[in-house]
């Protein structure tokens, strides 16, 4: 009867990019429900994140300010997502006039 009951649990290794926006708090609600959207649409362009959501091995935690994204891919896909999404950030505000950036690790 106990060996009926036991479960085999499969373990994987994660790879974690916490991502957040530098003074979030201090962003009218316009500005950061703006700064949150275009947040997400620099991570939904980035090549590794396209990578692993489509082969099933990404998760997404909002974190309200931020995000982690949880890469069960490779070791490096999260360091190259941060690149990807810090030269589309370049690429698309290079005078970052709007004066909210992000911070990545």
């Not at 499969?10 to 991502?19: D, G, K, W």
């Not at 703006?34 to 091995?57: H, K």
């Not at 300010?65 to 505000?93: H, K, W």
């Amino acid at each position: 009867m106990a060996a009926e009951g036991k479960k085999e649990i499969e373990l994987e290794i994660a790879h974690v990019l916490f991502i957040d926006i530098i003074g979030y708090s201090k962003l009218s609600i316009n500005d950061q429900h703006a700064a949150v959207e275009e947040l997400n649409q620099l991570v939904r362009a980035s090549e590794q994140f396209q990578r692993a959501e489509a082969a099933g091995r990404l998760l997404k935690i909002a974190t309200g300010d931020g995000m982690a994204l949880v890469f069960y891919t490779s070791l490096g896909a999260p360091a190259q997502c941060a690149v990807e999404i810090s030269r589309g950030r370049e690429e698309n505000s290079p005078a970052t006039a709007d004066g909210h950036s992000q911070r990545a690790g």
